[in-house]
């Protein structure tokens, strides 16, 4: 709706004149009350003040937010209308494939397929699909680059079609960047222009670490694809005005300490507090003295505290940024211009009203990592290998107990003639042997002779055997950027390197950090400790690790080692980063390459030596850390805004590889029925103009029975696909080689792939199978009830033959259900494997609310129960009753649930609906967010 059309009740309608520019606004000034509120809840309030029609949004709910209570519990629904959406290729493939079916079905029912169309500006970065085939040599990106193509040649293609079938499209091709650090660098635009009107940049997006721009004072969060969608359609975001917890921030961040420190200690802070479906402002003096980038960073973890967003308001330093990273003047000017007039410049004199309050002096934050499988566990880097020693047992069978000697005694034994300086990336490739240099008393040790083209090694449990300085968290910011290269320098510089065993990475958010490496002159350091440039994507931090050397992987599976991967990134779930790899910890870009010196986990960087220079004198961390000067001055002579202007000045047209590709035409897309990357989503075969009645769930079984904290990685299909496996045998069947399976993320747009991969994630839980014996099983089974005796089974062939049966399913789950990322899919697979309900002790937002959109019912435990609780092992048979309340149009606040064991005995409680809001409601009872949008769009071309 424009707002040309507002209902305007309180006459906030004006202009706004900037330079010789006028710009309608709708300021808020006009309704009493809101000069109080947060700045993001000024933003929400301006979006309402615009789009009021009268109906799903009124005065009343512009009262509402103007008149928020910081103390109340959310209980009023608004419509959230964003600016934009923005997309990653892996969750906005989806999108695109969606858009595309949605034109068919359109044409189908009768209605013209042109008017699927974004309604919002619409704009997909390519960045999630380049995996690190190669490493550790100077032709790394392009030969990734490469293969990329050849693996994605299809993916592209549809894109392609896509950017010219729909309007307002946008796609920013591969090998340019990650997505929230082109958002942050070029397509945010803070203040966003169009028809003549100037309002609050909000933009939601389909990875959930979308609030990276959250730092530039943008508004948004992540959301299911299927949510983008529906989004980019037109629909306002269903929501309820949120709790919102100030952070004030005070003091500076101390030398030696990086933005990376600042985050893990914010992530461990907000966790304990609590914040999920809350939002987060930092404000106060301290604000001012935190630089853009370290907002970005903040802002981007917000996922890992569970907010939905964690903003900071608009201020000097906003502008400051906007300046370098070549916005126009006149951009610039707008800005200011508009978030003084609206009251949003931030006042650090002025505290807002918050509903609860938290409060970081930045100096006390001290270096710091997480893991070894959650980002909120945070350990101090003086205290990681005390860490390491403790977790590590949760990992090793105790048959391995560690040796009385040394580790490095116990090398020398077996290498008498070694020598332990570190590794080499000499120019001829050439390594020496290396012992891994540290005592092994204390923890497991089974130490093991590798041979490979980087000579001979011992690798032991707690190597490290991925360091990757990856992931928009952290790439986007300069001061840990040209920190970790300035740090590699000096190591060089004192005769240290990397460990033969270590597959390193360096893959930049954008081209500007190549741009600024080469000006500071830093990029032969990086590479002297095998840091080349190995693409411009997420790669390690979403498990594109690509495979470790292949002598490397063989020890570690053959002799079940537990190595670790240190990555700069905001994701470290088990099973996440590699196959290979039970422990990933979250560590800053210098630390990373410190990693990569040190070789394992098992260190003390303050009492352990990473090697010894030139003189034979130890060298310790300390020895090689930049000062805060250097970072400084480095970044003030390296970096300047026409790098930004190069960078993106033709940002949409691509590399020859992108250009050279053959793309189709017409409004609808010619589906290839031979596509294993591409195919018509089934979402709305057999789809009528009206809706069928919901229907209560009887006779179900459970497909799985889940603990805590499963998160959407588990579920979604993510990471490479196994040989054997259900997604593996589609592939084998169509004429895939198994060298050309690509990842389950790159073939997003399959849904035979996709839904095959659901619940596999090798490292799941399903507790059903303890039933049978199998307790501690892990991957993508179950148990098969259609079968005598329900014997274990691949999920998928389970969930086939249980449709085939007619049988519908439930799955169980505990704490934190569909925690992690976004992703559409885990929605999409779950409905697609059958499944009618989810019942769990709680749910993470966004996952709850895909499983609406695609017609899933989230239920939760009644307070204080769960499936232990209540006696429940997966075995018994559900009746679900009360959801036909749904057809009278209201939502029941619970249902009851009877689960029958093959005793006869019966188990009964109600379970909470958590369908939260009307407009959720109404997705339901269309069988998804989609079905309702499409037949809306229908009605309305009629009424037209």
Known sequence: MSSKDSVNS??????LTVGDQNYEIFRLDAVPGTEKLPYSLKVLAE?????????????????????????????????FTPARVIMQDF????????????REAVTALGGDPNKVNPLSPAEMVIDHSVILDVFGTADAFERNVELE???????????????GAFDDFKVVPPGTGIVHQVNIEYLARTVMVRDGKAYPDT?????????????????GWGVGGIEAEAAMLGQPVSMLIPRVVGFRLTGEIQPGVTATDVVLTVTEMLRKHGVVGKFVEFYGKGVAEVPLANRATLGNMSPEFGSTCAIFPIDGETINYLRLTGRSDEQLALVEAYAKAQGMWHNPDHEPAFSEYLELDLSTVVPSIAGPKRPQDRILLSESKTAFRKDIHNYVEEQHPAPETKLDEALEESFPASDPASLSFADDGAVDVQSAANGAEGRPSKPIRVTGERGEFILDHGAVAVAGITSCTNTSNPSVMIGAALLARNAVEKG???????????APGSQVVTDYYEKAGLWPYLEKLGFYLGGYGCTTCIGNTGPLPEEISKAVNEEDLTVTAVLSGNRNFEGRISPDVKMNYLASPPLVIAYALAGTMDFDFETDSLGKDKDGNDVYLRDIWPSAQEIDDTIKSAINQDMFRKSYADVFAGDDNWRNLPTPDGDTFAWDESSTYVRKAPYFDGMGL???????????????LLG????????????????GTPAADYLDAHGVARKDYNSLGSRRGNHEVMVRGTFANIRLQNRLLDTIGLEGTQGGYTRDFTQEGGPKEFIYNACMNYQKAGIPLVVLGGKEYGSGSSRDWAAKGTTLLGVKAVITESFERIHRSNLIGMGVIPLQFPAGESAASLGLDGTEIFDIVGIEELNAGKTPKTVKVTATKDSGEKVEFDAVVRIDTPGEADYYRNGGILQYVLRNMLKSAKTA
């Open 91 to 102: 969750t906005g493939v989806p999108c695109v494939v969606d858009l595309a079916t949605m």
């Open 203 to 219: 933009c939601v997006g389909t990875d959930s670490h979308t609030t990276m721009q959250n730092g530039l004072g943008v508004l």
């Open 708 to 723: 805590d904290s499963v998160t959407t990685d588990h579920i979604s299909p993510a990471g490479p696909i196994k040989p």
């Open 149 to 163: 193509y050849q693996r994605n040649a299809e993916r592209y293609q549809f894109l392609r079609w896509g950017q």
């Open 47 to 79: 979006n309402l003040l615009r789009t009021e029609d009268g109906a799903n949004i009124t005065k009343d709910h512009i009262t509402a937010i103007a008149n928020w209570d910081p103390a109340a519990e959310p209980s009023i629904e608004i419509q």
């Open 690 to 704: 009206e809706p069928e009645p919901v229907s209560d769930i009887k006779g179900a079984r459970v497909m799985a």
């Open 496 to 506: 240290l390197s990397s460990k033969p065993w270590v597959k390193t990475n360096m």
């Open 10 to 15: 309180f006459g906030a309608r004006d202009t």
